[in-house]
C-alpha cells in the first residue's frame, strides 16, 4: 500500500514564476491536508480538502496561493508569482473518511525561490 | 486558539542517555489529540503517537515513552538509552476533534535532539 506521494521532491523557480506541487493521497483516504515548514520552523496548516471541496483554507496566503483537489487526479497546491519567502518545505497529509487523526504526510516537496 | 510550546530549541546528549522533550499545550477544547513526529535529516515526518484527551495512560513503545498528564497540560517525550540514529527534529502536535480547528494539527516549534556517539 503506497504511501502519500508527493512530486517534485525539489523545485526551482525565479521569482514571479508559478509553482505547481502535487500531492496523491493513499489509497482510500479522501481528504488531503497541506502544511508549510519555513525554515527553523515547525509545520503551520494552510489546508484542508475533500473532493471537489475545501473544507477550510484558513491557513493560506490570501493572495497567490490556492489549493484544489479534483474528483479525479492529485491535489494541487498552486503558488502564483513566487517570491523568496515562499522558499519552504511544503508537506502534504491525508487521511480516511472516519477522521483526520490519522494523517499519514509525504515526504515533502522542497521549494527554493531564487 | 490552538497552541503548543516546546520550550528545548536544542538538546544534545552522549550515546546511551535518556532524554525526555517537554511539550505543552493550550486548547479549550475538552476532546483533542496529541502527537509526536520525528524528522530525521532526510526531512520526511515520520509518525510517532497519537494520544486521545480520554486515555491518561502512559504508553512505551522500546526505548520511547510518553507521559500525558491533562493537570498540566503537558506530553512529554522520553527517550531511554539514547542512539545516534535518534538525532532529529522532534515535533509535538495538537488536533482538536471540533470546532474551528477541526481537522488541522497545530505543530511545536521543535527539538533539535543531537545523540552524540
Redesign the interface.
Known amino acids: 500500500n503506497a504511501g502519500v506521494m508527493q512530486n517534485p521532491r525539489h523545485l526551482v523557480r525565479r521569482r514571479g514564476q508559478e509553482a505547481r506541487l502535487r500531492c496523491s493521497p493513499m489509497k482510500g483516504h479522501s481528504?488531503v491536508?497541506w502544511?508549510r515548514q519555513l525554515p527553523e520552523?515547525?509545520?503551520?496548516?494552510m489546508v484542508?480538502l475533500q473532493k471537489e471541496n475545501i473544507?477550510?483554507e484558513?491557513?493560506m496566503p490570501k493572495e497567490r496561493f490556492s489549493a484544489e483537489f479534483p474528483k479525479e487526479g492529485p491535489s494541487i497546491l498552486r503558488i502564483q508569482q513566487v517570491v523568496r519567502g515562499d522558499s519552504a518545505?511544503y508537506?502534504c497529509a491525508s487521511s480516511p473518511p472516519a477522521g483526520?487523526?490519522?494523517?499519514?504526510?509525504?515526504?515533502?516537496t522542497?521549494l527554493t525561490v531564487t | 486558539a490552538q497552541k503548543v510550546t516546546q520550550a528545548q530549541t536544542e538538546i544534545s546528549v552522549v550515546e546511551k542517555e535518556d532524554v525526555t522533550l517537554d511539550c505543552v499545550y493550550e486548547t479549550r477544547d475538552t476532546t483533542y489529540y496529541l502527537f509526536w513526529y520525528k524528522q530525521p535529516p532526510s526531512g520526511e515526518l515520520v509518525f510517532l503517537i497519537r494520544r486521545n484527551s480520554f486515555d491518561e495512560q502512559n504508553e512505551i513503545s522500546g526505548r520511547y515513552s510518553w507521559n500525558f498528564q491533562k493537570s498540566t497540560s503537558s506530553f512529554n517525550f522520553t527517550i531511554t538509552a539514547s542512539q545516534v540514529v535518534d538525532s532529529a527534529v522532534y515535533f509535538c502536535a495538537l488536533g482538536s476533534a471540533g470546532g474551528t480547528s477541526y481537522g488541522k494539527l497545530t505543530f511545536g516549534q521543535g527539538t533539535i535532539l543531537t545523540v552524540h556517539p
Open positions: 481528504h491536508y502544511y520552523e515547525g509545520l503551520k496548516f484542508y473544507i477550510d484558513s491557513g518545505a508537506f483526520p487523526w490519522e494523517q499519514y504526510f509525504g515526504p515533502g522542497r
